[in-house]
């Protein structure tokens, strides 16, 4: 199982550029690497997802190294609405096997004004 | 195209009741996960179904026991509730293909047991 560590909060300002790393050492071959936010009493929302490299999209860039032991979400000018949690997974949806889907507990963003 | 709804939205239950949730996937999806998230934690993985039947299941007693009907919906049963039962059910659906990872969440069952 690829579990992952990410620090626990981080701050902000308006407009600066975010960027929170996840760490996984005992990523498998086949396993993705996806970052999910999570606003208050909602469920959490899809935000990116690689596998290796970078990938970018309207919202956010991953980056991952050659050796996929860690990933960066980067989210670029950062408003206050983006203030809530990031949760990094790594993983394969098809894969068999109790806890595979591991959320763990998160970095709260706060973003000041 | 509706995303992944849930109902009810809240429920309130009295220790030892049964409780069942219910969820119906993004249109196309063919995987329900259903997941447990208690305050200030992140979501633990109850369990998933695809093609009616569980296919991977976490952590959790016998007492949380779930269903996947013909259309994909799906509905998860709690047993005997405890205190700790108490918390925001997350229902996730995806597509079974490729080992993505994409799953889109519905916003959730508060199930509040005293």
């Known amino acids: 199982l690829a579990k992952t560590t990410q620090p626990i909060s981080m701050d902000s300002y308006e407009g600066q550029e975010v960027n929170i790393t996840c760490s996984h050492n005992n990523i498998a071959t086949n396993d993705y690497i996806t970052w999910y936010q999570q606003f208050p009493s909602q469920g959490p929302r899809f935000i990116i997802q690689g596998y290796k490299t970078k990938v970018t999209n309207e919202v956010a860039s991953l980056f991952i190294p050659a050796d996929r032991k860690s990933s960066t979400l980067s989210l670029p000018r950062v408003s206050l609405s983006d203030t809530a949690v990031y949760y990094c997974?790594?993983?394969?949806?098809?894969?068999?096997?109790?806890?595979?889907?591991?959320f763990g507990t998160g970095t709260r963003l706060t973003v000041i004004p | 195209d509706a995303g992944v709804t849930q109902s009810p939205t809240h429920l309130i239950k009295t220790r030892g009741q049964q409780v069942t949730l219910r969820c119906s996937p993004k249109?196309?999806?063919?995987?329900v996960s259903w997941y447990q998230q208690a305050l200030g934690q992140g979501p633990q993985f109850i369990f998933q179904?695809?093609?009616?039947?569980?296919?991977q299941r976490g952590n959790f007693p016998d007492r949380f026991s779930g269903h996947q009907f013909p259309n994909y919906s799906s509905e998860l049963n709690v047993n005997a509730l405890l205190l700790g039962d108490s918390a925001l059910y997350l229902c996730a659906s995806s597509l079974d293909a490729g080992g993505s990872y994409e799953q889109y969440f519905g916003p959730g069952t508060r199930l509040t047991v005293t």
């Open positions: 179904y695809y093609e009616e039947e569980e296919r």
């Open positions: 997974l790594v993983g394969d949806m098809r894969k068999t096997g109790a806890n595979n889907l591991f």
């Open positions: 249109s196309g999806h063919d995987t």
